[in-house]
């Protein structure tokens, strides 16, 4: 085993050795079409010796050319064989011209002019399969290996053959499946491509596979939903590789095969932002998240570190959220200065001290409440934290001197129906109004983030993990869906080309119906949709049938990425609205929460409770089948 692995160290990494190597076949070649050619017997040794100096130069020139010399034998297939024969096809017809009307060898054997390249292209082809041979055959035993079909016959797909085919992988390829009709019957790393796509279910049912691979990372979502619904009728169990752009930031191998899940399914091409400009305001200066331990705040974290910030200051009040995320974060922080604050960002003398040893020049505030049946309940602690704490901090990153400061809001601050909404909205208001000393204060308005603490999507997943009946509020709600990426590519690229006051919005496409994700979630889950009860719970408290994303008296701007877009309300007077802020902190104090609802109507009045709306829990207009299964 170890001489084994030796050579084939040799083979791959020393092109000298693998020409010398080759060289020394087309030698061999030569003196074996001379013993046959003269019934093993050696007559005119210095003609065998001119032809064979010639031969051997010429050869390896074409074996140079036409890129043979690498020695990554095990992975020869039918391209290599071609090359081979071209190499030697080519070679034979310059010997042949050079020997006869070059250097006019007229005694030397024409014979030899058509054994020589029969057996130097046998040899040549023989040693490359007996090298994937023995490279098969120290693999493990294929009986305990899972076998694979893949669909895509791409270069993706070849990287994860070449993985698959390594000595100790856990995986046998048996083919492909590839749209491309010409690809059909071609062998690509010695695996046939057996079909179309569209063969699947009919292919894994004349072979035996365990699991297909989706090995196509750059596919759309049209595309993608359909490789899953027709993975869904083969009963077996499938994957796929990593997205390209966490392939290219080496935050995963190709290899790193994952479940199907439901960003795949978006329903639209996931928005690409280039995020170029964002490098040269980011790299080397000092830049403060709060609610860094969320999943927002986090994602934040982890893409500003592909910037290469001087210092990196995370703030938030979770502890242990915080202890994570350190740990996940210091390892990939390179030159940059980690340092990990347990606070509360609207604590104004904590933030000072942190703001004096740090001096951070952009804020990005996404330390905010956001569960919107919860803040119905829990009003005062919306209002102090998402208002008031907002305010504190932005005095102190003004008094401080910050260059940009950017808040995370929400599409539930458009005609706002919850308190957690009408938060947001106030937040808008605050930081298009309030004098801050020269610091460009910005807000970034999106829908819901898939895969997010607490979101629908988690939920869900729980309950399909504990086989529990599936909860959906109404039948008919509808939500602005966007993956954390793009939510922190569009935070990053709203700090550069925001102006002050702004508020930026993603363009997410359509609002999809929720009913829709929960069969999607099914289907990925790997189950059929009739296992399992989809139960309608009526809105909950704060809760409406659909959000919006921009005010009907907001003025639209296009800016320089065509899926971002500026929204601009009417001017407001600054010292109005501070009277307003005073009197609703006073009756945080003074008065209960339907008063505090009162003041945050006085502010916004565009802000309606859902308390008493139609889209109620016990609206009477859900269908009867409530608690019933509608798969």
Request: a neutral charge; glycine letters at 6%; proline letters at 4%.
């Amino acid at each position: 085993m170890k001489i084994i692995n030796l050579a084939q160290t040799l083979l791959r990494k020393n092109s000298w050795f693998v020409g010398a190597f080759q060289a020394m076949l087309i030698l061999v070649s030569l003196i074996l079409a001379w013993f046959l050619k003269f019934d093993f017997t050696l007559p005119d040794r210095q003609v065998l010796l001119r032809a064979a100096c010639l031969l051997v130069v010429i050869r390896m020139a074409m074996i140079a050319i036409f890129g043979l010399l690498h020695g990554w034998w095990r992975y020869t297939g039918l391209s290599d064989t071609l090359d081979v024969g071209k190499c030697v096809l080519s070679g034979s017809v310059i010997f042949v011209l050079l020997t006869r009307y070059a250097i006019k060898m007229t005694n030397f054997p024409g014979a030899i002019y058509v054994l020589e390249p029969l057996l130097t292209a046998g040899i040549l082809i023989g040693v490359r399969i007996f090298s994937r041979v023995l490279a098969e055959s120290v693999r493990q035993d294929l009986a305990a290996a899972r076998k694979v079909l893949l669909i895509g016959a791409g270069v993706a797909a070849q990287t994860v053959v070449r993985e698959m085919l390594r000595p100790g992988s856990e995986y046998a390829p048996i083919g492909y499946v590839d749209d491309d009709h010409s690809k059909l019957g071609l062998k690509i790393e010695g695996i046939p491509v057996l079909g179309t796509v569209d063969q699947l279910p009919q292919l894994v049912v004349a072979h035996p596979v365990d699991e297909v691979l989706i090995a196509v990372p750059s596919a759309s979502s049209r595309h993608m939903r359909r490789f899953v619904e027709i993975c869904e009728r083969t009963a077996v169990k499938f994957r796929t590789v990593p997205d390209l752009r966490d392939v290219i930031a080496q935050r995963v191998s190709i290899s790193d095969f994952r479940d199907v899940d439901v960003e795949d399914l978006l329903g639209r091409d996931p928005v690409e932002i280039d995020l170029q400009s964002v490098r040269g305001s980011i790299r080397g200066a000092s830049v403060l998240v709060t609610g860094a331990a969320g999943s927002i705040g986090s994602e934040i974290c982890r893409q500003l570190l592909e910037h290469e910030p001087a210092v990196l200051v995370c703030v938030d009040q979770n502890e242990t959220g915080m202890f994570y995320l350190g740990h996940e974060l210091m390892p990939r922080r390179g030159n940059t200065a980690l340092r990990c604050h347990v606070a509360d960002a609207g604590n104004r003398k904590l933030m000072e001290r942190i703001f004096y040893e740090n001096h951070p020049g952009t804020i990005f505030h996404a330390a905010a409440y956001k569960h919107v049946p919860l803040m119905e309940e829990n009003v005062c602690a919306a209002v102090q934290n998402n208002i008031f704490g907002l305010m504190n901090l932005l005095e102190v990153a003004s008094e401080h001197e910050c260059r940009r400061f950017v808040l995370i809001s929400s599409d539930k601050a458009v005609n706002p129906t919850s308190v957690m909404g009408a938060t947001k909205r106030i937040g808008e208001l605050i930081i298009a109004h309030k004098p801050t000393n020269g610091m460009r204060c910005l807000s970034v308005r999106f829908g819901n983030v898939l895969g997010s603490n607490g979101s629908v999507i988690p939920v869900l997943q729980q309950q399909l993990r504990r086989n529990e009946p599936l909860t959906v509020t109404h039948p008919e709600v509808r939500r602005f869906f966007m993956t954390i990426r793009e939510a922190v590519s569009l935070v990053l690229q709203a700090s550069v080309i925001g102006e002050r006051g702004d508020t930026l919005v993603l363009d997410m496409g359509e609002p999809l119906l929720i009913l829709e994700l929960v069969r999607a979630l099914i289907k990925l889950s790997g189950r059929n949709d009739k296992e399992f009860a989809i139960l309608f719970t009526g809105l909950r408290p704060g809760e409406k049938l659909s959000e919006e994303l921009f005010y009907e008296n907001e003025e639209l701007d296009h800016t320089s990425f065509p899926k971002i877009k500026r929204a601009r309300g009417a001017a407001q007077d600054w010292q109005t609205l501070l009277v307003k802020l005073k009197q609703l902190e006073e009756a945080l104090v003074d008065n209960g929460p339907l008063n505090v609802r009162n003041k945050i109507k006085d502010i916004i009045p565009e802000y309606w409770a859902t308390l008493d709306s139609k889209f109620s829990a016990n609206d009477e207009t859900l269908p009867i089948a409530i608690g019933r299964s509608v798969a």
